[in-house]
């Protein structure tokens, strides 16, 4: 199964990562999209992206996750980062204040830039330097009740909690998209009722068709 064909799958989503530089974001696509940690990471210049395929209620989704890879230490990321994005994982460091008090300018540029149906979870990152914190569990769930995010704190060191996040952003998502995709259907099925005129056209095509078939012959 963990070789399944790459394009075998019913919906590919967009995600992206952001918040400060330094925060932990390369370490959670690794450790979500290969199960890899490096305690050496270096920012990355340039954009990097890294897939993976699982299943979602049945169907299966291609996550695509974009890393900003170094570019927010220079402010320069750009609409064309967010574009087609269906979701993000903002991500801040509970071991330093300042990644947190900037969530809220990741927040308004996300907002700008992003469509505004985009799923977004907070996520406060390195839980497992519980010793080091500076941002209570208690700060980050005020913050995203207040922002109307979801909530969790990872830790890419020991895997934890990054599995989740990207499943619930995932889940809902899908479930937006379904319920897209459902009042969609139901439009186009009341729309079309007995005596409109769409029905009219289709039978005086369909009868034109069959005079021209008569003709022919």
């Not at 199964?1 to 932990?24: C, P, Q, R, T, W």
């Not at 269906?86 to 969530?103: E, P």
């Not at 969609?184 to 021209?212: F, L, W, Y």
Request: charged share 25%; hydrophobic share 35%; aromatic share 8%.
């Amino acid at each position: 199964m963990a070789n399944k064909v790459d394009h075998e799958y019913d919906y590919l989503f967009k995600i992206v990562l952001i918040g400060d530089s330094g925060v932990g974001k390369s370490n959670i696509l690794s450790r979500f999209t290969r199960n890899e940690f490096c305690l050496e990471s270096k920012s990355t210049i340039g954009v990097e992206f890294a897939t993976r395929t699982l299943e979602v209620e049945t169907k299966t989704v291609k996550a695509q996750i974009w890393d900003t890879a170094g570019q927010e230490r220079y402010r320069a990321i750009t609409s064309a980062y967010y574009r087609g994005a269906v979701g993000a994982l903002l991500v801040y460091d509970i071991t330093k204040g300042q990644t947190f008090d900037n969530i809220q300018r990741w927040l308004r540029e996300l907002r700008e830039h992003a469509d505004s149906n985009i799923v977004i979870m907070m996520a406060g990152n390195k839980s497992d330097l519980n010793h080091l914190r500076a941002v209570s569990e208690e700060d980050g769930q005020v913050l995203a009740e207040k922002e109307g995010l979801s909530f969790l704190e990872t830790s890419a060191l020991e895997a934890v909690n990054v599995e989740k996040a990207f499943q619930t952003i995932l889940t809902e998502i899908y479930h937006i998209i379904s319920k897209k995709a459902l009042a969609a259907q139901q439009a186009e099925t009341s729309s079309v009722v007995p005596g409109q005129g769409t029905t009219i056209n289709i039978e005086g095509d369909s009868a034109g068709n069959m005079r021209k078939g008569c003709c022919s012959t």
